[in-house]
């Protein structure tokens, strides 16, 4: 059943044995053991799995691994490093804009790429950007002024 | 004299250190410095294990750095029953701060009999135990080997830390925040465990389904194994993708019986009142006769899940000698321990339960019922850690529900506005089914079994713990003789347990719903109206704050309503203010959002501020979108789509205003805004379109039904 796949992840090529419809999101998690994209609903709607790929934002929970194949994916992990957090992990920071934290890597995978095209967003560009992001702890808008504050850092 | 101090001062224990009276259950000290500290309660998003270790730091006098925060455990950690209803610094604060000066008292003892001073000559400052002239220094670390902590707490500590709380009242950032935003391993789905198999549940169709056949072979292909009791099936396997298909499979391979029973969701009120019920009497005073004028109002809100971003997560290993151990995010792990031993048959002190976080539950979600279908799993293969992970579905169809309510209200008014009776009536199902309630298991996979479990209907938790169906259902205000009695339903299919606040969050939109409508009949502004029947200062300090800081009474524009909704949570705990701006267009918008609360004492007041926000967005989503949708057979919300939640686009803006009490005891707030923030978007909408609604949500549908049935 299972297949060899070959994808960039973080910056590293890695080669995984994987069924091919298995979800993207169980590799990354299993199989590479990189726990920062998490499991909310396996269905493409909250964004709690959320990785780039080829510099899009993907849900990984419904991409499965012949989609994978080839591209280079980047995780929350590879957003930044310790002692070098990615400037969207230092706002989320500086505003506590967290509670139970489970939605904020794919927030954080989201408001990253947002400032890639956006340098410096407004709120309502903030808003837009994660509207496919659910909170059920009700962090969004220390989340919208976090983002912000990154975009008008860097 | 601070609030530290005069906890001291009063030679009794707090509740949790007489029921767990050894230092060492609460804290370890560790040759290199580490102080690590063991409550009972848990993280569940909230922030309490950052406020405790302030708590604790200050106790010691060490910098928050030297504390550690161990995990609940059932065996090693203090009992502290549940974490729930806002009390975890009323339960636990107490606790640590004492438990953590016995502590530190006995190095300066022990330090002081090494250098043979008195100990009134030794203090600690910054982690540095000193004497008083600083010229013999020593720290934890050092004398940790010294001091044996496995010895009684003492109601009596010398007092006095100098300088009184220094971490108490500021804005600690979170402690477990960094790895979080790092994406590092932090919740229960993360734990993989030598050996660690997966395990999934194949749950029935509907409630009350039960399995006629399966065909088995329809899996021989797989390298799964499969596990039946009864009706509760189950498949472990070592990959994850295999494992999901032998899901589908057996799906596909079972035949279920099922019956259309569940009740008429266009009609919940209806079968709410229906009964059989247990009368719950909270005031019963006489209403006068001759009222002037009477008004009466019935509200209903439905059935609401728990929605976790994480569907629920347990993992368990049986261990070769029968012994079990398990670890889950449940809310309460030492009534899960003995539930499991209770449906088991096992002896107590051979189950371990130790806590692993997960995304915020807001309540009794899936935790303790995935605990068990991995415990029920993992026996098919001993040794073996299985970790049952429950799908987005199955979070939101068998999780409990918070119940579904309705109430009447009715209270004679004169031209004045004075209330001479008060009358409210409220019917629910109970609010609490948690392993343990009402004597019974009560796990969701135990219902299943060759030899099933009754699982009874949801119980309320006593008055005296805030009530369940009724909690404030008394208002806080003056309104003449009243007339209070809940209604709890005792026979239903569908299963509710705790959800944030219980019935307070239905109770105060009622209240404060109705507050405005006597307003309006005799033409006062709602504001003055509560003021003019609120007697409890702090709470008029409350009202007042919310009101000056949302520009109470500026104008607004014509599509744009204000409203307020206030309450004290459970009668006596926070207080706290709503001011909600909506505006009507096309369709119903939530703009904004003021809030003003009494915590007491403030422990970390960013900490509040972001728990009130935090629960008046939820809240915000419960009153304005959400509804648990069935059918005469099944749950039918299912994922996202079906079951809506407030999202970016939707959210107001909120401001935050905390009026501290540094002298009075810390409360909790994760709780407050709910009632007050329901009713305060009532009145809004109310205010904004001219038309009231009183059965939630609050969708635009609804509002424009009501504007059209006007
Ligand atoms: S887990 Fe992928 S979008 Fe929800
Ligand atoms: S912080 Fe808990 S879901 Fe967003």
């Excluded at chain 1, 095209?117 to 220390?142: F, H, I, K, M, Y």
């Excluded at chain 2, 009791?229 to 498949?235: E, H, I, N």
């Excluded at chain 2, 004597?439 to 949801?458: F, N």
Aim: glycine content about 10%; charged content about 25%; some cysteine.
């Amino acid at each position: 059943m299972t297949q060899q796949f070959t994808l960039t992840v973080n910056g590293e090529t890695v080669q995984v044995e994987a069924d091919p419809d298995a979800p993207l999101l169980s590799v990354l998690r299993d199989d590479l053991d990189l726990k920062g994209a998490r499991f909310g609903c396996g269905l493409g709607q909250c964004g709690a799995c959320f990785v780039q790929l080829d510099g899009k934002v993907v849900s990984s929970c419904d991409t499965p691994m012949w989609a994978a194949e080839g591209t280079s994916v980047v995780t929350v992990e590879g957003l930044g490093s310790e002692g070098a957090l990615h400037p969207v992990q230092q706002a989320i920071l500086d505003e506590q804009a967290a509670q139970c934290g489970y939605c904020i890597s794919g927030v954080i995978v989201r408001a990253a790429a947002l400032l890639e095209t956006t340098p410096s967003p407004d709120a309502d560009e903030v808003v837009d950007a994660l509207d496919r992001n659910l909170c059920r702890c009700g962090v969004q808008r220390r989340i919208i002024s976090a983002v912000v504050k990154a975009g008008a850092r860097t | 004299m601070t609030a530290t101090d005069r906890s001291t001062a009063t030679p009794s224990l707090p509740r949790d250190l007489v029921a767990n009276p050894t230092l060492s259950r609460w804290v370890t000290v560790d040759d290199d410095g580490t102080i690590g500290v063991r409550v009972g309660k848990v993280e569940l998003g909230q922030g309490i294990l950052t406020a405790l270790a302030q708590i604790a730091a200050d106790a010691l006098d060490v910098p928050l750095s030297q504390v550690r925060m161990l995990r609940a455990h059932t065996t090693d950690g203090p009992d502290e029953g549940m974490t729930s209803g806002s009390m975890s610094i009323v339960d636990a604060g107490p606790s640590v701060r004492l438990a953590c000066r016995n502590v530190r008292a006995l190095f300066i003892g022990e330090a002081a009999r090494g250098w043979d001073v008195e100990a009134d000559q030794v203090t600690v400052e910054g982690g540095s135990i000193r004497t008083a002239d600083a010229n013999r220094t020593t720290t934890y670390g050092e004398l940790a080997r010294r001091v044996s902590l496995d010895v009684p707490v003492s109601a009596e500590v010398p007092a006095k830390i100098p300088g009184g709380p220094r971490l108490v009242g500021t804005s600690v950032a979170r402690l477990d925040l960094p790895d979080k935003v790092a994406g590092r391993p932090a919740y229960i789905g993360d734990l993989s465990l030598p050996g660690q198999l997966v395990g999934r549940v194949v749950r029935p169709p509907s409630v009350g389904a039960r399995l006629v056949a399966v065909d088995e072979t329809a899996t021989a292909q797989l390298s799964v194994q499969v596990v039946r009791d009864g009706s509760f099936l189950g498949v472990v396997g070592a990959d994850e993708a295999e494992v999901e298909r032998a899901v589908r499979t057996l799906r596909r391979a079972a035949d279920w019986d099922e019956a259309d029973h569940l009740p008429d969701e266009d009609d919940l009120p209806g079968y709410l009142r229906a009964g059989p019920h247990e009368t719950i009497p909270v005031v019963a005073e006489d209403r006068p006769q001759g009222a002037t004028r009477r008004l009466r109002a019935s509200f209903s809100r439905p059935y609401l899940a728990h929605a976790s971003m994480a569907p629920s997560c347990g993992v368990a290993r049986w261990e070769t000698d029968g012994s079990l151990a398990v670890w889950s995010h449940s809310q309460g792990i030492h009534r899960l321990r003995d539930a499991i031993a209770q449906v088991l048959d096992l002896d107590v002190s051979s189950v371990v339960v130790e806590h692993a976080e997960n995304a915020g539950c807001y309540g009794h979600n899936g935790a303790d019922d995935a605990a068990f279908d991995a415990v029920l799993l993992a026996r098919a293969v001993p040794g073996r850690p299985v970790a049952v992970q429950w799908s987005r579905a199955d979070e939101l169809t068998w999780a409990p529900f918070g119940s579904a309510m309705a109430a009447t209200v009715e209270a004679d008014v004169d031209d004045t506005g004075q209330v001479h009776s008060w009358t409210y009536d409220v019917w629910s199902q109970g609010h609490t089914s948690r392993p343990g309630s009402a004597g019974a298991a009560l796990l969701l996979a135990g219902a299943q079994l060759s030899t099933p479990l009754t699982i009874p209907a949801a119980v309320d938790p006593p008055s005296s713990k805030g009530g369940g169906t009724t909690r404030n259902s008394v208002p806080i205000y003056q309104v003449g003789p009243r007339r209070i009695t809940g209604h709890r339903l005792l026979e239903t299919p569908i299963r509710s347990s705790a959800l944030r606040s219980l019935g307070s969050f239905f109770n105060v939109f009622c209240i404060e719903s109705f507050m405005d409508e006597l307003a309006a009949e005799v033409g006062q502004d709602p504001l003055e109206y509560r003021l003019g029947r609120l007697g409890d200062e702090r709470g008029r300090a409350v009202l007042e704050r919310a009101a000056t800081a949302s520009g109470w009474g500026d104008s607004t524009p014509e599509d744009v309503g204000r409203g307020i909704g206030f309450a004290r949570y459970k009668d006596s705990e926070a207080y706290c203010a709503v001011i909600a701006e909506v505006e009507a267009g096309q369709e119903i918008r939530l703009r904004r959002l003021t809030i003003a609360a009494d915590v007491g004492q403030v422990v970390n007041p960013d900490g509040t501020c972001n728990q009130l926000e935090g629960g008046a967005t939820q809240a915000a989503s419960w009153t304005l979108k959400e509804r648990v949708r069935f059918d005469r057979r099944r749950v039918t919300s299912d994922d996202w789509e079906s079951y809506p939640i407030l999202r970016f686009s939707e959210v107001p803006e909120i401001g935050v205003h905390l009026v501290d009490r540094p002298d009075l005891p810390s409360v909790g707030a994760g709780e407050a805004a709910q009632g007050p923030t329901a009713g305060a978007i009532g009145n809004a909408v109310a205010a904004a379109v001219g038309v009231r609604v009183r059965d939630l949500p609050l969708t635009t549908e609804a509002v424009v039904a009501a504007i059209e049935a006007d």
